[in-house]
């Protein structure tokens, strides 16, 4: 198989997948509706399109950089006009939303090669500006990371660590550990069902499908790590365990 691999980064990022009237939520990384919404813009789909084979793509996230939760409260008014001329505000109901900040993700998607190929050409030349679950969180950087021949618990094992170089000398040790979030195969016995398929983004017939999903973690290289390699401690040979 073949997997696309895309570079989540930006200040805010949101991946809401059971918001509900004024209170918008995010999960603690990229959602399978968002990139693929993401990915429908990038390919110049308008919300009452069809999304073709796209729900059909594997995905899967690795979290490079976790960030940080972070809530906005907001407040509005409205404005209307009276009978004598003059304006009268009217408060709007308040609402609280929440992004994740300061946060990279590595994403792949797993498909045949032709339409993996065509979603890296449209993210590096997207007809509509791309966002990160939410309009007001843009991405910082190239999306796009490129096409590979692997599959994609593979891809998310062996790509290299995308935190930024900040994050990354933060780290001494050689190899880090990174939480990963994936579809799950039909035949494995454990996992977590979420509401995350995209079915239609149309704003009067929105629908989400279920999928299943496992989590886990992979050890990546630090490519800015200086810790020494040593004898492997052993705690209970002190004992004579």
């Known amino acids: 198989m073949t997997v696309v691999a895309l570079r989540l980064a930006g200040p805010l990022q949101a991946w809401g997948s059971r918001s509900r009237f004024v209170r918008r939520e995010t999960e603690k990384a990229p959602t399978k509706s968002g990139v693929i919404g993401m990915v429908a813009a990038a390919k110049g789909l308008r919300r009452t399109d069809s999304l073709g084979e796209l729900p059909d793509l594997r995905f899967g996230v690795r979290i490079d950089q976790p960030g940080q939760l972070l809530r906005d409260f907001q407040t509005a008014q409205r404005p209307k006009k009276e009978k004598d001329g003059t304006t ?63 599959g994609l618990e593979e891809a998310l094992a062996s790509l290299p660590w995308v935190a930024s170089t900040r994050s990354q000398r933060r780290h001494r040790a050689n190899t880090v550990r990174l939480a990963t979030v994936r579809d799950a195969h039909p035949d494995e016995a454990e996992g977590e069902l979420v509401q995350d398929i995209p079915v239609s983004f149309d704003p009067n017939r929105r629908q989400h499908a279920w999928r299943t999903i496992t989590r886990g973690t992979v050890e990546i290289d630090n490519p800015h790590g200086t810790a020494e390699k040593g004898e492997e401690h052993d705690p209970m040979a002190s004992l004579g365990g």
């Open 88 to 150: 009268s505000w009217s408060s709007l109901p308040l609402s609280q939303r929440y992004y994740v900040s300061d946060a990279v993700f590595l994403a792949v998607l797993e498909g045949e090669r032709g339409l993996v190929e065509g979603i890296d050409e449209a993210v590096r030349g997207p007809e509509f500006p791309l966002y990160l679950g939410r309009r007001s969180c843009p991405p910082a950087g190239p999306v796009a990371l490129g096409v590979y021949d692997r």
